[in-house]
């Protein structure tokens, strides 16, 4: 088991890269099978949920050529055993994705019951609503869902919550359906309108996405193409939060602004000084942190993928703040593990009420989740003293070398696997 060892109280200075979206990412390539012809996908990140989302469709027969560490040829024609029931499924909840994609050109799929990051009741109602609308047999068995279809036929649905993985897989199904699909209340998040510019370069025709109604008209074919994965506006938002927790000074590079619209503007309330570039961000904080009222919500709300990092920031914020989660039931399980950092935050249902503290104290602490454990790592970073972080596998899930470019930035943090090694560190920094 490897763990995170740091040494707080270093304001973070510098130049960051950010990769290519994850979550955009792992749609993309579950839809690159889709054509029986070659694509190539530039600008992946090189993180676990990727690879094991690779493995996946290796195990069901795609061919998976790696250019490099960020690059994949990936050739669907090979893809056999449409009912999918492998190890790889399970370790990932976007293999859910396969369903829409293999449906779309099989008008068949059977895939296991996604995991994926305990943060919430996780259901696929929304999913399924969709498939069935488009004709689809749909059923659970077996702890699978398997849909089925004669004919897949484009149709009106209204999806009753906003859902980004829901709309991406009816969007994906239905780019292969005869006729008109019209999906209404759909996710407006940059990935979206990512999958379905990559779907359209495919040949498929989508209108409408990053906007509330999709309209699609269904292709028999899909073709070839070269794609490249738009950044990754979570991790350029951690990245911008670790700067403000720290006092620091960081150009985040490789972003696309107007994706961190809602992380701008929170920084901003915060009394952060914020500039925009072309595709960059610079983020200083000089003075105190300002509390304030935060609720996360679809896209071009606040994300949920952000929250953790809010609630950190906020804990060493002057005055009492609030952060209510209104898109997953579960995802304040970071509290207990840094209130042992001395935080000073109660929850009560979806709401935490954060009375802010000078500085976090460093302490052993356990990553309960992927962005969790990301804000987790920042508040050790703004933190006086020693702070291990352990299960760091669930921050590997989805952000590429993070100590590598932390140090990049000043960080005093190494990856270590053994008690020896945080006593080495514990020993080179006293
Ligand atoms: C995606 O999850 C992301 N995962 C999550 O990122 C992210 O937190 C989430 O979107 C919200 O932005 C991937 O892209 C792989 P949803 P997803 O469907 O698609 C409810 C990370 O840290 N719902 O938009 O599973 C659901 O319970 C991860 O990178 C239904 O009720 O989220 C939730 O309350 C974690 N029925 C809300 O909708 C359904 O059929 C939004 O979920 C589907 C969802």
Do not use: W
């Not at 195990?59 to 998976?64: C, E, L, N, P």
């Not at 004709?135 to 089925?148: C, K, L, Q």
């Not at 804990?315 to 970071?334: C, M």
């Amino acid at each position: 088991m490897e763990q995170y060892v740091i040494k707080g109280g270093i304001p973070l200075v510098g130049e960051v890269e950010i990769g290519g979206a994850k979550n955009a990412a792992l749609a993309i390539l579950a839809a690159s099978i889709m054509t029986d012809e070659t694509v190539t996908i530039d600008n992946l990140p090189d993180v676990r949920d990727i690879n094991a989302l690779l493995q996946a469709m290796e195990d069901i027969g795609a061919k998976i050529d790696r250019i490099d560490a960020h690059a994949v040829k990936v050739n669907g024609s090979f893809v056999r055993d449409v009912p999918v029931d492998y190890e790889s499924m399970k370790k990932i909840r976007a293999s859910y994705y396969l369903l829409g994609s293999l449906l779309g050109k099989y008008k068949r799929a059977e895939v296991t019951l996604p995991g994926g990051c305990n943060i919430g009741s996780r259901p696929m109602d929304l999913h399924i609503k969709g498939f069935r609308a488009l004709g689809a047999h749909v059923e659970i068995r077996n702890g699978a869902v398997a849909a089925e279809a004669e004919r897949l036929v484009g149709s009106h649905i209204y999806l009753d919550k906003v859902s980004v993985g829901a709309t991406i897989n009816i969007m994906m199904a239905a780019a292969m359906a005869e006729g008109k699909t019209t999906i209404e209340n759909a996710a407006k998040e940059p990935h979206v309108v990512d999958v379905a510019n990559f779907l359209n370069s495919m040949g498929a025709n989508i209108r409408g996405a990053g906007t509330d109604v999709i309209r699609i008209v269904g292709v028999e074919k899909l073709h070839k193409t070269e794609y490249s994965v738009i950044p990754d506006q979570i991790e350029a938002g951690t990245f911008m939060f670790a700067a403000a927790a720290t006092k620091g000074d960081v150009m985040v590079r490789n972003v696309i602004p107007k994706h961190l619209e809602a992380t701008t503007a929170k920084l901003l309330e915060a009394g952060c000084e914020v500039e925009e570039f072309d595709d960059a961000v610079r983020v200083v904080a000089s003075k105190p942190l300002r509390h304030m009222q935060v609720t996360t919500l679809p896209y071009p709300g606040f994300p949920t993928d952000m929250q953790p990092q809010m609630s950190v920031l906020l804990g060493i914020a002057e005055g009492t703040s609030t952060v209510t989660e209104s898109i997953f039931e579960n995802r304040f399980k970071y509290v207990d593990e840094l209130a042992r950092m001395g935080a000073d935050i109660k929850v009560e249902s979806n709401i935490a009420i954060i009375s802010g503290i000078k500085n976090y104290a460093g302490a052993r602490v356990s990553a309960p989740d992927l962005r969790a454990g990301a804000a987790l790592v920042i508040a050790g970073l703004s933190a006086e003293g020693i702070t291990i972080v352990d299960d760091i596998h669930y921050i590997q899930r989805g952000y590429e070398v993070f100590e590598e470019k932390l140090k990049g930035l000043g960080a005093q943090i190494e990856k270590v696997s053994s008690e020896k090694e945080i006593q080495k560190f514990r020993l080179k920094v006293s």
